[in-house]
């Protein structure tokens, strides 16, 4: 089977879905493009010439299926390269643009959704990571199609894309060892991005309390930073400099050894549609605490979740860290593992296109 695997805006998780996946199912013969992850605007609207100018020859070979990501301008690129229609098309979407958090002062991503928008229409199957990305992509469509002047009927062609769309995690690698316990049930740890979409500040707030409560705890901040850090971050490493035992992002080795001394692993994020770094982090040992809204209730029991505020946050971290056996036990995640997903992966690129229930809107 021919596949080509297009990644329009390769971020960290998308890397290593698509790493994995070519890994996995290893009986494929894959074409891999990608575009870094940077210039948000310009690439997302601008992929398919990126990627005509760069990569025509390949792009102009035999497939049988495309799996795209949702950023790809999939609509676009098989009007450039009409024999690509003929391929079966996989739409994979990691996040969508209708369940961004967006900030006062910045401009609405419409071109952003529409190319979420087209890539669905244009795609034969649609799958999703988790039931809330999927609920909030069509939810937020149709509120945006609302605004349009004609008034579309749009309502039952959406919930029949809804209906067909499946829901097929990105599975992590299987540890390389089994934890055994929370071998650090103090340590807390940050392992997001640096952005304002992960809320810092609520995590930071919440430490600041606890420092200042005389409550015991060491810190471990991780994750990837970009040029624009949120000023917290400066704040919290000089406040919080007697807790610190690592600051930044770490080379992988460091990172992994880090994770498997166990901690407990914490979330404040308004937008999350999947959250590898907490599933990892519960992997090794660490206790996840994440708030009660966006993906985390399909995906974690509630004694792992806190009320979503400042001070719901502080009340149970003071509770766990003031008394670490009333944290509670390890979380199993074989089920967000590889060997559960691989032959979803495998029947979702090899299914017959003709025999799909996958409908097109105009039926």
Same mark, same amino acid.
Not at 229 to 247: D, K, N, T, Y
Not at 331 to 336: F, I, N, P
């Given at each position: 089977m021919r596949v080509l695997l297009l990644s329009a805006y390769e971020a960290v998780s998308h890397r290593y879905w698509a790493n994995s996946?070519?890994? =996995? %199912?290893?009986?494929?013969?894959?074409?891999?493009?990608?575009?870094?992850?940077?210039?948000?605007? !310009?690439?997302?609207?601008?992929?398919?010439?990126?990627? !005509?100018?760069? =990569?025509?020859e390949r792009l102009s070979q035999p497939y049988d299926v495309v799996l795209a990501t949702s950023m790809v301008d999939i609509a676009t690129l098989v009007g450039l390269f009409p024999h690509l229609g003929r391929a079966r098309k996989v739409v994979y979407f990691h996040e969508n643009q209708f369940a961004y958090p967006e900030s006062s002062d910045q401009m609405p991503q419409v071109e952003a959704k529409m190319v979420n928008l087209y890539a669905a229409?244009?795609?034969?199957?649609? %799958?999703?990571?988790?039931?809330?990305?999927?609920?909030?992509?069509?939810?937020?469509?149709?509120?945006?199609?609302?605004?349009?002047? =004609?008034?579309?009927?749009?309502?039952?062609?959406?919930?029949?894309?809804? #209906?067909s769309a499946r829901v097929v995690p990105v599975p992590i690698a299987?540890?390389? @060892?089994?934890?055994?316990?929370?071998?650090?049930?103090?340590?807390?740890?940050w392992n997001h991005r640096w952005e304002y979409d992960k809320n810092p500040e609520d995590f930071f707030t919440v430490l600041f309390k606890l420092s200042e409560q005389q409550v015991p705890f060491e810190l471990a901040v991780l994750g990837q930073q970009f040029r624009d %850090?949120?000023?917290?971050?400066?704040?919290? #490493?000089?406040?919080?400099? =007697?807790?610190?035992? @690592?600051?930044g992002p770490q080379p992988e080795a460091e990172y992994r050894a880090l994770l498997n001394g166990g901690g407990i692993v914490v979330s404040t994020t308004w937008h999350e549609f999947q959250g590898l770094a907490i599933m990892e982090a519960a992997q090794r040992g660490a206790t996840p605490l994440v708030p009660d809204?966006? @993906?985390?209730p399909e995906l974690y029991p509630s004694e792992y979740r806190y009320d979503g505020t400042p001070e719901g946050l502080y009340e149970r971290l003071e509770r766990w860290l003031l008394e670490p056996h009333s944290q509670?036990? #390890?979380?199993?995640? #074989?089920? !967000?593992q590889w060997p559960r997903w691989r032959e979803t992966y495998r029947q979702l690129l090899a299914e017959d296109a003709s025999n799909e229930s996958i409908r097109r809107v105009g039926q």
């Open positions: 996946l070519m890994d =996995e %199912v290893s009986d494929v013969s894959w074409t891999l493009l990608s575009l870094p992850p940077r210039h948000f605007s !310009w690439r997302i609207r601008g992929n398919p010439m990126s990627w !005509w100018l760069k =990569e025509y229409l244009a795609a034969d199957v649609l %799958v999703f990571n988790t039931a809330y990305n999927r609920d909030s992509f069509f939810d937020g469509a149709r509120r945006f199609l609302k605004k349009m002047p =004609e008034n579309l009927p749009a309502a039952k062609p959406l919930e029949r894309l809804r #209906q299987p540890a390389a @060892c089994s934890a055994a316990g929370n071998a650090n049930p103090r340590r807390l740890i %850090v949120p000023p917290v971050f400066a704040e919290a #490493q000089v406040r919080l400099a =007697e807790h610190i035992i @690592c600051w809204r966006l @993906c985390f509670p036990a #390890q979380l199993d995640t #074989q089920a !967000w």
